[in-house]
């Protein structure tokens, strides 16, 4: 479920500016209650969910997109999963402990299988994990393993380098039920990060043909896989022999594969799909009026962000007061509530909600429109080289009608030209970001990983970071960064990050613009229907009715 | 005949190599990187980057590449794998084509039947009432969009009145497909029309017409073998190479029913700059051009004994 939501983003995060409707229909957040009118359920129903074809593989470790992870994430579980509140339970593991946050032991339950039947061991962890770090079977989220020791020598940096061995020396097993992961360096929220879907086990059937296994995966999670018939549908039965806390409450789930969100909104009105999991802009002024109190309409911890390219004539070398000042011209409240039509939620900081350690208005005043201040400080900065900015965005994605909207409000409010940069799609908005072509800002977002602010902070602002693609550096800022990850426990480092975020108002590393929101809906077949904090609905606790 | 049958064939070779090297070379060409694409806003690891580019094969050059991807198809009838799935493009193409054949043959027997017969009803009495509202009908028809077209059609017959389903499932029965279907066929259906109108109304006149009518033969041989025959050599060409059309750009149509053919994995292939699928696809897409106006060429000679081919 955690996974980077890119794909989505592309496919399906356009807004266009329809005129802003006013919305009939109550406007109550059903998705806490689950729906009023609870009936009689039918344990063994088997409901469906618009879901896009998975783009890779079903393999833990090469599923990125939300497609393929949130049906990698019904078929495997991993050692520990979240509450809605961002508390780690376990789930796999009976437990994950350490006392120096660079030595973790990890205790599985006993008794648990893989669905072919053979049992789940520590051996089953580590080897997949070995596997899925090691260059040669070229894992899109290798990277993950970065923080063990020895990933080095199975991952090594430059193009073409043959790994020096073949695991990891970081991981031990113990014994059938035992390991141990020994870090690189003290991590105090690293058992948090074990809840992503690239930490999950694979049986030993994996290793023989893993294109195979990709094809028809085995897993130990809450479902079994039965069938994947391409850019239809896949099919996943539950599995009663699951040992984990979030047994399914239904008989199965079909991911249905949908041409367009649109007629995915058709067809769950018709009763042909039973859950979506994003609404078209065409249907957002009317969904509350058609579906009632089964709409949804809640916050998940999402960010979509104006990044700074630091390299960029504009910004090379700018005062930070340039860029609090171009925050603070950017009205948020009128775009989210009109152009977004109240999808998106203004943003008061860097790190999303529902994460641990998000703070309410971290960012104060930079995220406050404020026309007056905003001048007086782009004036105080130096004011912007050429007096014009650009933003970069794919025309593919719906985002032209905000960054439209942005570049209104940035004219108005500080007579600063400002115009969007339209790249025909994602993948040439990615290439003019990689080879550092983006003329002043970008348009980025960022969906949790691991529901810690470090996912917001470290993964985004230290140099260097894979997912820091502004050029933003800041020694300083990367000192405080590794304290925070070797602080004595998980309660520090979180602090510690806070401090960090109430920092980052000084230097600017991106403008948080707004946090997003779930808008989808739910058939009258299915009660219970709850989101988690990545935006894909929580599919063991759908209840099929009667 | 056989020669320039073979003659036609041969010159297949050159159209195919040439259209699929431009397609190839144009996707080379747009900005964004397959591999790269598969990372979004988390950023890429530059080893896993290149250890996946240099497996594809994606670190030659390109020459080298279409090279490769010809001897695949050439010699193993393989089309490759797609970058991100690492499925078979074959496979890929396998699923999709069927559907799409499927919804291009139900718009084409409905663009020939409704067509034909349209423009015959027209054709034959050209100026009168009936001829009129044929022409504001089809008139109508070519100047709306597919899109308003099918979302018309879904609106009024699955929303209101609730006679069928809005989407194609899963199964993509020939029922299912009919609305689509007639959806696709409409705009060439309008054509089909008009050019059967005109040339009939035109033909009408013709000195061979007076002649079998001063004959005085009986008026379904007159209208059937005379007129029909010769009023349909500028339908059948267009009609030939409609089909590939119809293939071909089902997209909208495919898109707004939910249908999962050619269209969709034409659009996929472009967003993910997956050359080896778009090559594959728009290969098949080149033969089914290049037969149907083989066939088309060859109709003529049944149509107009006076057309020989040396």
Avoid at chain 1, 16 to 43: E, H, Q, R
Avoid at chain 1, 241 to 250: F, R
Avoid at chain 1, 275 to 294: C, E
Avoid at chain 1, 423 to 433: C, E, G, H, S
Wanted: glycine share 10%; charged share 20%; aromatic share 10%.
């Amino acid at each position: 479920m955690r996974g980077a939501k890119s794909a989505k983003w592309v496919a399906g995060a356009a807004i266009i500016a329809l005129a802003a409707t006013a919305c009939g229909g109550n406007d109550d957040d059903s998705a806490k209650s689950g729906g009023s009118a609870k009936g009689a359920v039918d344990p063994n129903g088997i409901f469906s969910i618009e879901v896009g074809e998975p783009q890779n593989p079903l393999q833990p470790a090469n599923t990125m997109e939300s497609n393929g992870s949130i049906v990698t994430d019904a078929i495997f579980s991993q050692l520990v999963d979240y509450d809605p509140t961002g508390k780690l339970e376990m789930v796999n593991a009976e437990s994950v402990d350490t006392t120096d946050s660079k030595l973790w032991t990890v205790k599985l339950k006993a008794g648990w299988k893989f669905h072919d039947g053979t049992p789940v061991t520590a051996e089953s962890y580590v080897k997949a994990w070995n596997w899925a770090a090691n260059i040669t079977n070229a894992q899109t989220n290798a990277s993950w393993f970065s923080d063990i020791k020895g990933y080095a020598d199975v991952h090594p940096d430059g193009d073409g380098a043959k790994p020096k061995a073949d695991a990891m020396s970081g991981l031990k097993v113990v014994d059938d039920t035992t390991f141990t992961i020994e870090l690189n360096s003290a991590l105090p929220y690293f058992s948090y990060k074990l809840g992503y879907t690239v930490f999950s086990p694979l049986p030993e059937s994996f290793y023989a043909d893993p294109k195979a296994a990709g094809e028809k995966p085995v897993g130990n999670g809450a479902y079994k896989f039965v069938s994947w018939d391409h850019k239809k549908q896949i099919k996943v039965v539950r599995n009663d022999d699951y040992k984990g806390p979030d047994k399914a409450k239904n008989g199965g789930v079909i991911f249905k594969n949908y041409t367009t969100l649109e007629t995915a909104y058709e067809d769950l009105k018709s009763g042909n799909v039973d859950v979506l999991r994003q609404l078209a802009p065409k249907d957002l002024p009317v969904y509350k009026a058609d579906l009632g109190d089964r709409a949804v309409d809640q916050a998940y911890s999402a960010i979509q962000t104006l990044g700074v390219a630091f390299y960029s004539p504009t910004f090379k070398g700018v005062d930070p007061k340039v860029i609090q000042g171009l925050s603070m011209a950017i009205d948020r409240n009128t775009i989210t509530k009109t152009v977004l039509q109240g999808t998106r939620e203004p943003a008061t900081g860097w790190v999303a909600k529902g994460v641990l350690g998000y703070q309410d208005n971290v960012a104060g005043d930079v995220t406050t429109y404020n026309p007056t201040k905003a001048k007086a400080l782009i004036k105080e900065g130096g004011g912007v080289p050429g007096n014009k900015v650009f933003i970069q965005f794919n025309a593919d994605g719906g985002h032209k009608e905000w960054v439209e909207a942005v570049c209104n409000s940035i004219k108005q409010a500080t007579g600063v030209e400002c115009v969007g940069d339209s790249k025909t799609d994602f993948q040439a908005d990615l290439n003019a970001r990689d080879a550092k072509e983006v003329k002043s800002f970008y348009r980025s977002g960022w969906v949790l990983d691991y529901p810690v602010n470090a996912n917001f902070i470290s993964d985004l602002f230290k140099t260097g970071a894979a997912g820091n693609q502004g050029g933003f550096s800041n020694p300083a800022l990367d000192k405080e960064i590794k304290a925070a990850d070797s602080a004595a426990s998980l309660d520090e480092s979180v602090k510690a990050y806070q401090q960090i975020e109430k920092e980052l108002v000084n230097y600017m590393p991106t403008i948080p613009l707004w946090y997003y929101k779930v808008n989808a809906g739910y058939s009258e077949k299915v009660q219970n229907v709850q989101y988690a904090q990545d935006g894909d609905p929580i599919l063991t606790g759908v209840e099929v009715k009667k | 005949m056989g020669r320039y049958v073979a003659r036609r064939l041969l010159q297949m070779i050159p159209v195919f190599i040439g259209t699929t090297l431009l397609i190839f070379l144009m996707v080379y060409t747009l900005p964004g990187d397959p591999v790269r694409g598969l990372f979004g806003d988390k950023g890429a690891d530059p080893a896993t980057l290149a250890a996946m580019r240099h497996q594809l094969g994606l670190d030659q050059p390109i020459l080298v590449q279409y090279w490769d991807y010809m001897k695949g198809i050439l010699f193993h009838f393989d089309f490759g794998n797609q970058i991100a799935s690492g499925r078979p493009v074959t496979d890929v193409l396998g699923d999709a084509f069927p559907v799409t054949l499927e919804l291009a043959g139900i718009a084409f027997v409905i663009e020939i039947v409704l067509g034909v017969g349209l423009g015959m009803i027209a054709g034959l009495r050209a100026g009168k009432l009936t001829d009129n509202i044929v022409l504001i009908v089809t008139l109508l028809i070519i100047s709306m969009p597919v899109f308003v077209i099918g979302f018309l059609i879904k609106s009024v017959f699955a929303f209101q009145l609730g006679w069928i389903e809005p989407n194609v499932s899963n199964n993509a029965t020939l029922g299912e497909l009919f609305t689509p279907g007639i959806v696709l066929g409409s705009l060439s259906l309008a054509y089909v029309a008009r050019l059967t109108r005109t040339t009939m109304a035109e033909n009408l006149r013709a000195d061979y017409m007076r002649t079998a009518i001063a004959k005085g033969l009986p008026k379904r041989r007159i209208v059937g073998v005379h007129l029909m025959r010769n009023s349909l050599i500028p339908v059948v060409t267009f009609l030939g190479t409609d089909l590939g059309a119809l293939m071909g750009g089902a997209v909208v149509t495919e898109g707004l029913f939910n249908v999962k053919g050619i269209g969709g994995t034409i659009f996929d292939s472009i967003v993910r700059r997956e050359g080896t699928t778009l090559v594959g696809l728009v290969t098949i897409l080149v033969l089914v051009y290049l037969v149907m106006s083989l066939i088309v060429d060859l109709l003529y000679a049944v149509l107009d004994p006076r057309i020989r081919y040396a």
